[in-house]
């Protein structure tokens, strides 16, 4: 390829890389400057087994809102101008799901604010900081397994050391060795 190619085909990618989204929302996790509200979402609470919510008003007016689980509506209503309501959504344990805020007009069907993932991964079982009774220590049997196995092995040692090398009995009159 000649250096001009090259050339051209870097400043395509440059340009195309620079053109990119006008703005930072088309990406998860960042919000829309013309928005009227924002949602944050906290991790899912052990005791409660739901993710608080919350949604911030950006604007001078009241807003309407509704906020659904995996596409289930658990709650609506409206922000305050400036004001931020918080929400408890509801996570089974060891399930995810998914929220979504959406704002609601007379004019326009809803319209999708932000959405994000959420993971209930608490510990299941009343005793969160305490494991179950499985039985006697395990430092203490591997003891007494190493004990019996050192004990089984004396034996079998003992015994062999009484069988070999002994020598086998030879008819009379053979010779006792080779060169004879």
């Known amino acids: 390829m000649r250096i001009g190619t090259r050339l051209a085909l870097a400043a395509l990618a ?4 620079a053109s990119g989204p006008a703005s930072a929302s088309a990406w998860p996790g960042t919000s829309d400057p013309g928005d009227p509200f924002t949602m944050t979402v906290d991790d899912v609470g052990c005791r409660s087994g739901r993710a608080k919510v919350t949604l911030r008003n950006q604007t001078r007016q009241a807003v309407r809102f509704d906020l659904k689980s995996d596409a289930v509506s658990v709650a609506s209503g409206s922000i305050p101008a400036r004001k931020s309501v918080v929400r408890q959504v509801p996570v089974g344990k060891g399930s995810r799901a998914e929220i979504e805020a959406y704002q ?3 004019h326009q069907p809803e319209t999708l604010i932000d959405s994000t993932r959420v993971k209930n991964d608490c510990p299941w079982g009343h005793r969160t900081g305490q494991l179950p009774f499985t039985g ?4 203490l049997m ?3 397994a190493t004990a ?3 004990v089984v092995m004396g034996g079998i040692f003992w015994w062999y050391g009484s069988v070999w090398p002994r020598r ?3 008819p009379k009159g053979c010779p006792t060795s080779p060169t004879g």
């Open 14 to 17: 440059v340009g195309a890389a």
């Open 104 to 106: 609601v007009t007379e």
């Open 136 to 139: 006697p220590p395990a430092d």
């Open 142 to 144: 591997a003891k007494l």
């Open 148 to 150: 019996g196995g050192l």
């Open 168 to 170: 086998p009995d030879l």
